[in-house]
């Protein structure tokens, strides 16, 4: 893979989306057909709020390598923000069958499902996520679907360290995408707390940051702390809540 390939990921990582999607463009001005390329472009340009460009370029990846997992999971987040359901849904699909271990993945789908009105197939992959999650030591968040209760969540462990940060942080963006903007700054908050750098690393805060400006409100500068401008944070609750519930669909 090329130096400017390498690059592109560094940028990715650090959350320099605008130099990411400069190198990779690059890199596929060279070659043109590197579908991981493609892939990492896409994921850029759903940073940068591009969305139309982001689902062309992971299209296009998806065109090149179909069993692209990663590729068929971002795919189903864009469309998820924009809110076409049964597309994500279908998306994640893909998704989990190439990534079958990935809790982040089945969690989505059910996300997706839950919106998208099939709640028997939603209640089938938070479960899913909630074996892996108990298989890999950690707790699963709550399926946000209205008047589901699962026993399990009320047993999960209190979060001691940072591999249980991956789940507060799926939980966050989970909320992010249904609206809930505290209780996803407040899942933020606890995933920062055990697990700073991951935290950092993550796509929370470039995707608050594009709907905040989708939603017209002034961005300020981010601090050193842990929650990006302008969102007031929650209280921080102490473990992944059980209560959490679909908001309605307008």
């Known amino acids: 893979m090329s130096q400017r390939f390498d690059l592109g990921i560094h940028f990715t990582l650090t959350g320099e989306y605008d130099r990411a999607a400069r190198a990779f463009e690059e890199v596929l001005r060279d070659e043109p057909r590197n579908g991981r390329a493609w892939s990492y472009l896409g994921i850029a340009y759903a ?24 590729a068929w999971f ?20 893909r998704a989990v069958a190439y990534l079958p271990e990935d809790l982040v993945a089945w969690h989505r789908l059910g996300v997706a499902l839950s919106e998208s009105g099939d709640e028997e197939g939603a209640e089938t992959a938070f479960e899913r996520a909630l074996v892996l999650s108990r298989e890999t030591g950690g707790s699963a968040p709550e399926a946000p ?34 609206g809930e903007e505290e209780e996803a700054v407040a899942a ?18 470039p995707m608050l940051r594009l709907l905040t400006v989708a939603a017209g409100q002034p961005v300020e500068d981010e601090g050193p702390g842990p929650i990006p401008s302008p ?11 059980p209560g959490l519930r679909r908001p309605e669909v307008s």
């Open 47 to 70: 940073h940068l709020g591009r969305g139309a460009d982001a689902e062309a370029a992971l299209s296009r990846s998806l065109g090149l390598l179909p069993t692209n997992g990663e």
């Open 188 to 205: 933020y908050e606890r995933a920062f707390s055990l697990d700073p750098d991951r935290a950092r690393r993550s796509l929370f805060r």
């Open 145 to 178: 679907v209205a008047g589901h209760f699962d026993p399990h969540l009320v047993e999960a462990p209190e979060p001691e360290g940072p591999r249980e940060a991956r789940t507060w942080l799926d939980l966050a963006l989970s909320l992010l995408s249904l």
């Open 231 to 241: 969102v007031r944070p929650a209280p921080a609750p102490s473990s992944p809540r």
């Open 74 to 93: 971002h795919l189903g987040v864009s469309r998820g923000l924009r809110g076409v359901w049964g597309e994500a849904a279908t998306a994640f699909r």
